[in-house]
């Protein structure tokens, strides 16, 4: 909870607490422990609260909504938007046996680890930290923070899939062209320069769009380059 900057723990009728055992695996967040809520059902443990998601570990067939980790945090984060001194509840159930169907007919939402069929049961901290994990994202995305990998992230935001490889082999020689056109790269002496540029493009996995942009940009390159070339020969003339 605490790496991922979550602090409001309600522990409902838990067998035993304070505990030592936790206290000694918290790691420096003992805080959370310090400020944790005991209450003796979950009614009381969701008092007040507008939004709720509970984690069920397999299909019971129920009628209720599913959801993911991933589209589970997306709807707190609009519910957020619309209201942000809503309370919303993450409910766990137990290490051995999860939620009962009443505890999770209690729930709006109910969230489904998409884990191996063969092998999908979670332990209780790992099902939490994917959960917070996904709602961490989601709040970072939301409040325009940097995250990690940015040249994803980007491509992402244009909303165009990655250029294949034939798309980028045209473009490749399209930029050899151009830059023959304007005597940047002599082909007799290449020196490498498109080996090095393949590698610069490669790494940046360019999308159609951004391609198609650059070819654009080669186009009026030549264009401009032809234009001068004919201007030398009739001042030359």
């Not at 570990?57 to 993911?68: E, F, G, T, Y």
């Not at 151009?178 to 320069?193: G, S, V, Y």
Request: glycine share 6%; charged share 25%; aromatic share 4%.
């Amino acid at each position: 909870m605490k790496n991922m900057g979550l602090s409001r723990l309600v522990l409902v009728d838990p067998k035993e607490f304070p505990s030592p055992d936790a206290s000694a695996r918290a790691s420096g967040a003992d805080d959370i422990l310090q400020q944790a809520q005991v209450v003796a059902t979950l009614e009381q443990a969701l008092t007040g609260c507008n939004l709720v998601l509970g984690t069920s570990a397999r299909d019971r067939r129920l009628p209720w909504p599913l959801v993911n980790p991933r589209d589970g945090a997306a709807v707190v984060l609009q519910h957020l938007q619309v209201d942000d001194a809503a309370e919303v509840a993450l409910v766990f159930g137990r290490e051995h046996a999860g939620l009962t169907n009443d505890e999770l007919h209690q729930c709006h939402y109910h969230v489904h680890i998409p884990s191996c069929d063969e092998f999908s049961s979670l332990n209780l901290a790992a099902a939490v930290q994917v959960l917070v994990y996904e709602l961490r994202m989601a709040w970072l995305q939301a409040s325009e923070q940097p995250l990690c990998m940015e040249a994803v992230e980007r491509t992402g935001l244009l909303g165009s899939a990655p250029a294949t490889h034939d798309a980028m082999e045209l473009f490749y020689a399209h930029l050899q062209r151009t830059l023959i056109d304007i005597e940047f790269l002599d082909p007799e002496k290449p020196r490498h320069l498109m080996t090095r540029l393949r590698r610069l493009f490669g790494r940046n996995q360019l999308s159609k769009s951004e391609v198609n942009i650059l070819r654009g940009i080669l186009t009026e390159t030549q264009k401009a380059a032809r234009g001068e070339l004919q201007q030398r020969r009739s001042e030359h003339d």
